[in-house]
């Protein structure tokens, strides 16, 4: 398993959680990483990503002010701190590696997936 996602739970809404993800090889943590969701029955979704050095991030205008995507660098990890969440950010969230500011957004962009972990909000 090259990228491991865990922090997932089931919280209620106004809750906070924080996503981590591992890589355990360094091509997966490579330049920008990313964060997605699946929610039942709908695509995957962008929700936020983050270049190599930490310094520009992007942000889907869901979760903008609310979510923030951070690394760690020394321990090949990348952070999703969400709060205030809704309901509507019930979802399936997957980390991913290996893209680019170009691709950062795009599904089809990154060529390294950790495995998911849910994330339940009630209301």
């Known amino acids: 398993v090259q990228l491991q996602a865990s922090g997932g739970g089931l919280v209620q809404a106004g809750d906070s959680l924080r996503l981590s993800c591992a890589a355990s090889?360094?091509?997966?943590?490579?330049?920008?990483m990313g964060w997605f969701r699946q929610a039942p029955g709908k695509e995957r979704d962008f929700v936020a990503a983050?270049?190599?050095?930490?310094?520009?991030?992007y942000y889907a205008d869901s979760v903008k002010g609310r979510f923030t995507i951070s690394r760690d660098n020394a321990k090949n990890t990348v952070y999703l701190q969400m709060n205030s969440l809704k309901p509507e950010d019930t979802a399936v969230y997957y980390c991913?590696?290996?893209?680019?500011?170009?691709?950062?957004?795009?599904?089809?962009?990154?060529?390294?997936w950790g495995q998911g972990t849910l994330v339940t909000v009630s209301s």
């Open positions: 991913a590696g290996g893209s680019s500011s170009y691709y950062a957004r795009r599904v089809g962009g990154y060529g390294y």
């Open positions: 090889d360094a091509r997966a943590f490579g330049n920008h």
């Open positions: 983050i270049d190599w050095s930490g310094g520009t991030t």
